[in-house]
């Protein structure tokens, strides 16, 4: 007879009563199968509600995002991903690849960085062009 740790009965130390354990001096778990089965339902319960409350948090907040992004298209306006304001649809380059056939970046953002791109790589040109001469 052993004693189940969870519930408190004494159940027949067999395999039917108790999972086999190798941990264990008498080579079978501490809890019976039947207080074994139900934690791990309990777990894996409470897993899967974390698991699909964060989900449906995470898609509201995406489906309102979404909402919010239609309604400006709608009046003309669209968010620049970069600098993050709402800005008329001719303040964004044509893009044929996107669902809304805009770029994500306002005009401005997209001269900055090419800006910036030109100037980092005209540095590095003139670097590379200053070993070559002999």
């Known amino acids: ?27 079978f778990h501490h809890t019976c199968r039947t207080c074994s089965v139900d934690k791990f339902k309990n777990k894996e ?16 907040a995406r489906k309102e995002k979404k909402e919010e992004n239609l309604l400006n298209y709608i009046n003309g306006l669209k968010k620049c991903s970069r600098c993050e304001e ?8 044509k893009n044929s690849k996107t669902s809304d056939k805009l770029t994500s970046w306002c005009k401005c953002c997209t ?17 590379d062009n200053r070993g070559t001469d002999h």
């Open 1 to 27: 007879m052993k004693q189940c740790s969870v519930c408190g009965q004494f159940k027949e130390l067999s395999k039917s009563n108790f999972y086999p354990s190798l941990r264990e001096h008498d080579g």
């Open 45 to 60: 319960q409470k897993r899967d509600n974390a698991y699909f409350s964060a989900q449906g948090n995470i898609q509201l």
């Open 86 to 93: 709402v800005k008329p649809l001719s303040n964004f380059y």
């Open 111 to 127: 001269k900055e960085r090419h800006l910036a791109y030109q100037r980092d790589n005209v540095v590095k040109e003139q670097n």
